[in-house]
């Protein structure tokens, strides 16, 4: 719902935008309609008063006169276009708008040195996210074993492109290039964990919070239900 929200703005921006821009053109337009009329009409001067017409002067009179209604044929379709716009703006407008709350929260991840790494939103306590959050820790803690006996630098970017896609899947979001912006998933830190490892570690631990936090929420809930029918 959130994204139909931002949808929808997007939507009245650019019919705002567009609004603007055909308003622009219209002006311009009309400014050629008034200058191909002016053109004409001295034209229309010059030819009488020079009394023979000649062919130069008739084929200029023609081609202003030509500009001049294909200027009037396009502001008559940018008058169109505005109207239909304005009829799209006020059907929009009727449009009635319902928030729902979808437990989304926002993050900001920082260094230790307090340097941002970024600001993620997702939704901690998320049915799956229990589920995608076991796959990208058993990817991380098999590594090992994926490059044992093998050239590890040869195989890497294929490993950094896996790790990527198992962080993006478990946020539900592309997040990884801001976290692996600074450094490989793969480096290791002065605890002998991986970089990617801490990450799965502090966002455990966020999901394990949240999860706890929505269980003991819901218990409370139940129990206000259950208490009107035990007395």
Do not use: W
């Amino acid at each position: 719902m959130t994204g139909r929200t931002e949808e929808n703005d997007m939507g009245r921006k650019k019919q705002i935008s567009d609004q603007k821009r055909l308003h622009m053109e219209r002006m311009r337009l009309q400014k050629g309609v008034f200058s191909s009329l002016s053109n004409a009409i001295g034209n229309i001067g010059e030819l009488y008063a020079d009394f023979v017409q000649s062919d130069e002067v008739r084929n200029s009179m023609k081609a202003t006169a030509d500009k001049a209604i294909e200027c009037m044929d396009n502001i008559k379709e940018l008058n169109e276009l505005e109207e239909q716009l304005k009829a799209e703006e006020q059907e929009s407008e009727g449009e009635e708008k319902v928030v729902v709350q979808t437990g989304a929260k926002t993050y900001q991840i920082t260094d230790q040195d307090g340097n941002d790494l970024g600001v993620f939103r997702f939704i901690p306590s998320d049915a799956g996210i229990l589920k995608r959050y076991k796959e990208a820790a058993a990817f991380f803690t098999g590594i090992n074993e994926r490059i044992k006996d093998k050239d590890f630098e040869e195989i890497l970017p294929d490993l950094e492109k896996e790790a990527g896609e198992k962080i993006d899947l478990l946020f539900g979001a592309p997040v990884s290039e801001s976290f692996f912006k600074i450094t490989s998933p793969f480096t290791i830190l002065d605890s002998g964990e991986m970089f990617a490892e801490q990450i799965i570690t502090v966002i455990g631990g966020i999901i394990e919070k949240e999860l706890d936090a929505r269980e003991k929420a819901q218990q409370e809930r139940m129990k206000k239900y259950t208490e009107k029918y035990t007395g």
